[in-house]
C-alpha cells in the first residue's frame, strides 16, 4: 500500500515563502512522475510542477519562477519551496505519485496566502 502525506501548509502573507513536503512509504515501483498538484472551488485541480522519471521539470507558467519543485536521491520525498506568494495561490496542494502500478494522491495541505 503507498501512502503520501504532504505537510508544511499554512497562513502566510503575500509576498511570503512556504516550503511543502510529501513522504511517500509502501511499495512504489517504477515512478513516472512525481508531482504537485492544487485544488481550488474556481479552478478545480490543476498542476503546479512535477518532475518526470528522466529527472526534468515542468512548471505551471503560473508559478514558474516563483516556485521550485525537487525531490531526495531516493525519490521518495518530494519539495515544493514557494515564494513571492499571492492570494492567488491559496488552494490545497496535492503531491502525486504516477507509477506503472497505478496513481497515488495525498490527502492535501491547505495553503491560504493573505493580502
Known amino acids: 500500500q503507498v501512502q503520501l502525506v504532504e505537510s508544511g501548509g499554512g497562513l502566510v502573507q503575500a509576498g511570503g515563502s512556504l516550503r511543502l513536503s510529501c513522504a511517500a512509504s509502501?511499495?512504489?515501483?517504477?515512478?513516472?512522475?512525481i508531482g504537485w498538484y492544487r485544488q481550488t472551488p474556481d479552478k478545480g485541480r490543476e498542476l503546479v510542477a512535477r518532475?518526470?522519471?528522466?529527472?526534468?521539470?515542468v512548471y505551471s507558467p503560473s508559478v514558474k519562477g516563483r516556485f521550485t519543485i525537487s525531490r531526495d536521491d531516493a525519490w521518495l520525498t518530494l519539495y515544493l519551496q514557494m515564494s513571492s506568494l499571492t492570494p492567488e495561490d491559496t488552494a490545497v496542494y496535492f503531491c502525486?505519485?504516477?507509477?506503472?502500478?497505478?496513481?497515488?494522491w495525498g490527502q492535501g495541505t491547505q495553503v491560504t496566502v493573505s493580502s
Open positions: 518532475i518526470l522519471g528522466g529527472g526534468g521539470l
Open positions: 509502501g511499495n512504489i515501483l517504477g515512478i513516472r512522475t
Open positions: 502525486n505519485f504516477a507509477t506503472i502500478r497505478g496513481e497515488y
